[in-house]
């Protein structure tokens, strides 16, 4: 293979363009993962990513932006979950688990009653370069963009609030302030990503980077660094890989960084591996 | 602000946990001189007491009255830590230090926070894991953290807990040493005999107070039976009460008599 024929994806503009959301999506995710990975909310990432789609899919059956949709959605279901679990009869896991499956069941009922939307759904589902548009890299650099401030602007009280928050709430943090702040945070990642690794795979790049990263290194300050450095990698070589093996460009990001996870679990030792077991066990302030 | 102005007083405080009452009118107050240890058994409350002092649990009834502008150095429990986190020792202690936004911690900061860790003993171990540290280190770190605030009242869950004999040593000198600073001290403890017989004063709490004051009047047989609900006896050694809790037979020593609240 020549060198013209390795930069032949790159002649076509919805190639372009997904390869710069998969990278920035890789990034934003391997950033907002950090705190994901070491607060235990993975499973907040997978929920959320699951009850977008049935914004995705009422927003494609009413013609309104997918953004709106869902992030209207995805804040009304982050709602629900809060208002089921404060009751104490049901936890946060019961509350995640019924409030994102009952959204992810009416996006599939939405889409079965309404076939002219299926193709869009099939890209929030797995992720498709062909559903990137020029808008989606606007919304991905101006969101990320936000992100990104938020968290280096709040890293001193987001690390607080992860490692210690009833210490951090005495010494002067506004730990629900934060913690919402937080979840809007990754809300919106998960929004501005779905569409290039869909709602099924995103929960693997909000935690695949951040763990490998935790992996190499025992800072938090590098860690920040680190995770975006390898869901950027991970990002770009998915989608450029995707395109030769010709799968879902979501599936060929996740595979990609399963690979290098393997490969860094192999090669570290086994006190390294016993910080990505502990991940499970941190106490979870949200 | 008057110097003999209480730091808190807890007036009539009751918490509950939903519908369950935890503490129930709770009162007495903390004043600048004091170093306070606040013992009972499991589930006497005496960890939402220290949460209500520093205003994480809110009180169903009743009162806790901060003076204005307090600052509490909390430590706590160090079972309730997570050790894989990724921080260093300096890290820690830098959580609580204020810088600008997206700036790094000013030259003066760092070299302060050097210092609170350098006169703790933890000099040399800055940029070390915190699981790379012995259990006395450790407990040192949060020290340091609480200390880096520059408190008035410093409030410590458990210090003691899941220590050796000489690291809970250790941890009693440097705190009576930090008394000796001006520092006023309150503590909750499971360890009678090993620390709260060597505190000024000892506060006995099942659910609410049961006897308050110096442990020569505090460690009494009648007063341990209502706070501990079990028979106790209390020897003099060298000078210092000793509590043995009656166990089928013979008399034992009362080192742990519960686990925290």
Redesign the interface.
């Known amino acids: 293979m020549t060198a013209l024929e390795l930069l032949e994806p790159f002649e076509f503009a919805f190639f372009q363009r997904g390869v710069v959301v998969a990278t920035l999506a890789g990034a934003l995710c391997g950033l907002v993962g950090v705190f994901v990975v ?1 607060r235990s909310m993975s499973y907040i990432g997978h929920g959320l990513s699951h009850a977008v789609f049935g914004g995705a899919a009422v927003s494609a059956v009413l013609g309104v932006s997918f953004f709106v949709g869902a992030g209207v959605w995805g804040v009304l279901a982050a709602l629900l979950i809060g208002r089921v679990s404060a009751r ?1 009869t049901v936890g946060a896991d019961a509350a995640i688990g019924v409030v994102t499956t009952a959204s992810f069941a009416i996006g599939l009922a939405i889409q079965s009653r309404s076939g002219a939307v299926s193709g869009s759904l099939d890209t929030v589902l797995f992720g498709n370069v062909l559903g990137v548009f020029r808008g989606d890299v606007f919304v991905i650099v101006v969101v990320g963009s936000a992100i990104t401030a938020f968290v ?3 890293l ?1 009280e987001l ?2 609030l ?3 928050p ?6 002067g943090v506004r730990v629900d302030l934060l913690d919402a702040c937080f979840m809007i945070a990754l809300s919106a990642t998960v929004i501005v990503s779905v569409r290039v690794i869909g709602a099924l795979l995103i929960s693997a790049m909000l935690v695949i980077p951040a763990a490998t990263a ?1 992996m190499l ?5 590098r ?1 920040v660094w680190l995770a975006p450095a390898l869901g950027t990698g991970f990002g770009f070589v998915g989608m450029y890989a995707s395109w030769y093996v010709d799968v879902p460009s979501g599936a060929m990001i996740t595979i990609v960084a399963a690979a290098v996870f393997g490969a860094v679990y192999l090669a570290t030792d086994v006190s390294r591996r ?2 990505v077991a ?2 499970d ?3 979870v302030a949200a | 602000m008057g110097s003999r102005e209480p730091l808190v007083v807890f007036e009539h405080v009751g918490c509950s946990y939903g519908s369950t009452n935890v503490v129930d009118d709770v009162g007495f107050r903390l004043d600048r001189s004091d170093f306070a240890g606040i013992v009972g058994p499991s589930g006497s409350g005496k960890t939402t007491v220290l949460k209500a002092l520093l205003g994480i649990v809110e009180p169903s009834y009743g009162s806790v009255h901060r003076c204005s502008d307090v600052r509490i150095g909390y430590v706590p429990q160090l079972e309730t830590i997570d050790w894989t986190f990724p921080v260093t020792v300096f890290d820690v202690v830098a959580m609580t230090v204020a810088r600008p936004r997206f700036g790094r911690l000013a030259r003066s900061e760092r070299r302060r926070i050097g210092d609170v860790l350098d006169r703790i003993g933890l000099d040399g171990l800055h940029e070390r894991h915190i699981t790379e540290l012995s259990g006395g280190q450790q407990q040192r770190v949060f020290l340091a953290r609480a200390l880096a605030r520059e408190p008035e009242l410093l409030v410590l869950d458990e210090p003691a807990s899941g220590v050796d004999v000489a690291t809970r040593h250790e941890i009693l000198h440097e705190l009576a040493d930090l008394h000796r600073s001006g520092l006023a001290i309150v503590l909750t403890t499971h360890d009678i005999n090993g620390l709260a017989a060597h505190l000024p004063r000892i506060i006995c709490l099942n659910r609410t107070v049961v006897a308050d004051g110096p442990p020569e009047q505090v460690l009494h047989p009648y007063v341990l039976e209502r706070t501990y609900g079990a028979p106790m006896e209390v020897l003099q050694h060298g000078g210092m009460p000793v509590v043995l809790e009656h166990r089928g037979h013979g008399p034992h020593i009362a080192r742990r008599p519960g686990r925290s609240a």
């Not at chain 1, 009833?166 to 010494?171: C, Q």
């Open positions: 070491l104490s280096f602007a709040y001193r690390t607080f992860t490692f210690d009833e210490v951090a709430r005495t010494s935790r290194t025992d800072s938090i300050g860690m016993r910080v502990a991940l066990d941190h106490s």
